[in-house]
């Protein structure tokens, strides 16, 4: 698996002295004084870089990064053959951007007199864990009735619009899209330029739908990583399956070989739910820290259940308190739990995110959700319609943005994104 | 200075064992086997803290950190009491969280029946270098003609709206505001628990008015740090004033005894200048790297002028090329040059931000600039009007909000924000 092994990343800065030299001969014309271009970057200790190349596409199982872009694009040409020509330049784009390399190379940076081929902000950064996991979206391959790219044929029979939920309040200009890209990285700045770049590669044959920032990990992916807190001042994902639970990931995660007779394409592959959920933070300010508790079905200062015991204790749903079952029955543990989802466990690598402030002053806020099921009929739609009816705490949330889409399996090195559905 | 010292803080994780036991006695109510709740939260190691009292605010000449989160607030009471309390209530809250506590300390963390004084996104996270600085926009002295809290009398002369510049387009919605604080950390969920939490203790008296979040700082304020890269992927900075050029921080950014003898409360302090700089992101990323370095003035690779050198050599703006000055006349580096600014030097600590993208699909991205100016109608109004109508990037660019605040000396221990102004 491509994920599993961090190597020490190429940085973008040893190419810089080549650049800058090229530079100099190539641009300004004055001579001899710009060659020693040791650039005084950011550290590059203790970043690692991971394979764009695998059996699965990387960002999904590798230990969750700090921070998000993600970005949905919409196919604005009716051009297969542009189409499979942006995902060939996604593919080694996304290769050398995962190796802290810049898009196109040192050679392309030496040329003055066209637009540069990166856009330059990661110089000098390295690959700060950076992955780019893609993704398609339903009107891929349907859109209106209309078999756009001649792929209809291959459409997953579970990719479709996820349905209404109860609580939802969805904003069109943040759901969807025919194409989706997750940019996870430690740094940012490297994470915004990566999206930028291929939103740039894209000119012409997509424009960017809508994006989403997370500034920070609700998700631990590997037992290695500790459980972070979300919004609600709480740890998020102390049950989320991890990379070590390799059964587990073949029954939630993956797609089967045999899962699905029209896209044998995907096996190997995942669906990609996409979530914004903002949360009443004003409201939840002033909910008593008992109220809190309840409704979450933990403790606040170390996420172990009220049922007892630390943070990975597994809850006892039936013991009693001196007002009912400890672990309440409308809180998020016990709805969201296998126990209660026909054994479903849920894989997830979610973003705290905040988008300044709405028109009253309140701060617009919440979780990015983003999980990756084998099958969202089983493995998220059911969940998601218990959640969104019975758990307590949905008061506090609503959801306002929503996508689903297909990740194809890793891509082999010479092949690209997607080409096996294409082929 | 305060900010000149960072020393190691105490961690908010060191509170959880406390906090925990709390929470098993007080809420949850079965005993015995939560005692032990050391959290693996993340390392402390290498995250310093910077004390809130001091000579000047800290957060100005502090070392940049990486992230910001701004904010901009509307008092809505009329309460000149009210709006006191508050700002003593910011003055603890900020001590505490700039220390790497939570809000309301251990005690509060323990009142299982109120709403939790701490809103908890930040437990087990360390200070992370977050300092908190405050200011007062023109508008908290008088609007609309009226003279809100009796401070009219103290409103320094400098203290109004910024002047339209040529290039503008700005949104009332981004602009302005009666109070600000922007908060500065390594961590972004740092930075934005303590807007939230600021925001909750405000709540009645201050409405959120605009909020910036901003991935990555475009400038280095002290010689130690190396120069960042902005959106054009240029460094950004080279030319700043550091920290360690005390002379310069006494003729740019510190606001003299003598300045304003309606305002003496203010001497020690500084203005900050906000505006959020819009990139025409998709059309620079369009034009050739040689046009590029000649509207910025320097190369990309290593930042150094046109005119020969590295980084941190001096431009030579009369040296000829083939085609004119290698510094071109309408080069960002030139018009920006104290030498075409009557020896004006910028003291700046902008960061970058994308806010997703707009109706068009184009990035909403660019720079949010923050100058810290002894007198703007001297050190930034000039300079800008000069750079709005003179300078070739200002074809890339756009304004789309702006701010000015009368930023107060550093607070005394015992002592609040902005105290000498309300004596």
């Not at 993956?254 to 914004?276: C, F, H, M, Q």
Request: with cysteine; aromatic share 8%.
């Amino acid at each position: 698996m491509s994920t599993a092994s961090p190597k020490s990343g190429i940085s973008r800065r040893r190419l810089l002295g080549v650049a800058g030299a090229g530079a100099l001969t190539a641009g300004v014309g004055v001579g001899g004084f710009k060659l020693t271009t040791a650039d005084a970057g950011k550290s590059e200790a203790g970043d690692p870089s991971y394979d764009f190349y695998g059996t699965h596409q990387a960002g999904i199982v590798t230990p969750a990064q700090d921070r998000l872009h993600f970005a949905s694009f919409d196919v604005i040409t009716d051009s297969r053959e542009d189409l499979v020509a942006l995902l060939q330049a996604w593919t080694q784009a996304a290769a050398e951007m995962t190796a802290g390399t810049p898009v196109g190379g040192e050679e392309a940076a030496r040329s003055y007199d066209s637009p540069p081929a990166d856009t330059g902000e990661a110089l000098g950064l390295n690959a700060s864990g950076l992955t780019l996991t893609f993704g398609f979206g339903p009107t891929l391959f349907e859109k209106g009735g209309q078999d756009r790219f001649g792929l209809k044929e291959r459409q997953p029979k579970a990719l479709r619009e996820l349905p209404h939920f109860p609580a939802d309040n969805l904003d069109p200009a943040r759901s969807n899209g025919d194409l989706c890209v997750q940019a996870c990285a430690h740094d940012p700045q490297v994470a915004v330029h990566a999206i930028r770049n291929l939103a740039r590669l894209g000119f012409g044959t997509v424009s960017m739908r809508w994006a989403q920032l997370g500034f920070g990990r609700t998700s631990s992916t590997t037992t290695s990583q500790s459980t972070p807190r979300n919004l609600l001042g709480f740890k998020d994902g102390t049950a989320n399956v991890k990379a070590e639970e390799t059964d587990d990931l073949d029954s939630f995660v993956w797609v089967g070989e045999d899962d699905d007779p029209r896209a044998t394409w995907l096996s190997g592959g995942s669906y990609l739910v996409a979530r914004r959920i903002n949360m009443h933070i004003e409201t939840w300010d002033r909910t008593s820290l008992r109220e809190q508790e309840n409704l979450v079905g933990r403790d606040r200062p170390e996420g172990a259940p009220l049922s007892g015991g630390t943070e990975f204790t597994e809850p006892d749903f039936d013991l009693q308190g001196s007002d009912g079952p400890l672990m309440a029955v409308d809180s998020h543990v016990r709805l969201a739990h296998p126990s209660t989802n026909n054994g479903t466990r849920l894989f997830r690598r979610g973003y705290n995110f905040t988008d300044g402030s709405d028109a009253l002053g309140r701060l617009d806020a919440g979780l990015f959700f983003i999980a990756f099921v084998r099958d969202p009929d089983t493995h998220y739609i059911p969940m998601q319609n218990q959640l969104s009816s019975q758990d307590g705490l949905m008061e506090y949330l609503q959801h306002t943005g929503s996508g689903l889409f297909a990740v194809p399996p890793g891509i082999a090195e010479g092949s690209w994104i997607g080409e096996a559905l294409f082929a």
